[in-house]
């Protein structure tokens, strides 16, 4: 993995570390040593630590692949949008409104699949889509720490990723950053249903794809939910994805099976409702 750090000069330091396990380049990346003391470029790769003679290169920018969305949005209803309700988002995508629409029952404001999946509510005057305003998990995560509450939000969130597979949507991108609270944190909410690109934590995701060979499936949903539930009962994510981070039992099983390498060894949504019912809190 590879940082660029502000040291005040132009570009920044650079510091590229490799993932040579039980060595210092290892650990670093693990959390569990720090940074050598310098203000050069340099890499770390096992327990050598190189000079190197340039910045390396941060790669292109993200080409803006945005689409024409004024045709779907013509036939949204408009909102009279209320700043303390309501949450505006540009809808870049047709897929994101195709895919609402889907799960509000072919038409909005329509009739939801699952309160566990956002609401698209129309079209502010602007053209931007409307939706139920709520809470970002940075508000609601470091509330709670009880059982109860991490089942009650996994068993929202089996809900709403039946709802989206049931209508052939593979959610692709779900994390903590896509998943909204109500503001007493009872309420679970999935948003970002542009169905584009994504998570490609899972193995069988191809690290570098396009849109549609890149393996996103179901069984990757259900990967990424795994790490999901770590990060509610971290109320964090790790800055790299070396980092050791286990859940204590008994979610820690949940999370073993949800992040099985093999995708067909996943429990089925079905059967992760099953194993939630049945842990006592």
Known sequence: MTWWFDDGTKGGQCVRIFDVPGTLSG??????SDLP????????????VRPLDRSLDRGEATEDDSEDTSELLARLPLVHVDPGKHFLKE?????????????????????????SVIQ?????????????????????????????????????????????????????????DNIVFSEDGQRLVII??????????????AFVGGLDDSGWSPK??????????????????PV????????????????????????????TLIELRRMMEKLEA
């Open 27 to 32: 650990r670093i990346l693990r959390l569990q």
């Open 37 to 48: 003391d310098r203000s050069d470029h340099y890499e770390v790769d096992g327990d050598e």
């Open 91 to 115: 809808g870049k995508y047709r897929s994101e409104i195709r895919n609402l629409t889907k799960c509000q029952g072919g038409c909005i404001p329509g009739k939801r699949l699952s309160d």
């Open 120 to 176: 698209l509510l129309g079209r502010s005057s602007d053209g931007q889509l409307v939706f139920e305003k709520l809470w970002p998990r940075y508000y609601i995560l470091p509330r709670f720490s009880s059982l109860a509450i991490y089942k009650s939000w996994i068993l929202q969130l089996v809900d709403g990723l039946e709802a989206l597979h049931s209508v052939g949507i593979v959610h692709r991108d779900l994390r903590l």
């Open 192 to 205: 970002d249903l542009e169905s584009r690109w994504g998570q490609r934590k899972a193995p069988e995701v």
């Open 220 to 237: 990757s949903d259900i990967y990424d939910l795994g790490n999901c539930i770590k990060g509610m009962v971290y109320a964090n994510a």
């Open 240 to 267: 790299t994805p070396f980092v050791e981070w286990p859940v204590p039992p008994p979610l820690q099983a949940v999370v073993e099976a949800c992040m099985c390498p093999e995708a067909e060894g996943r429990p």
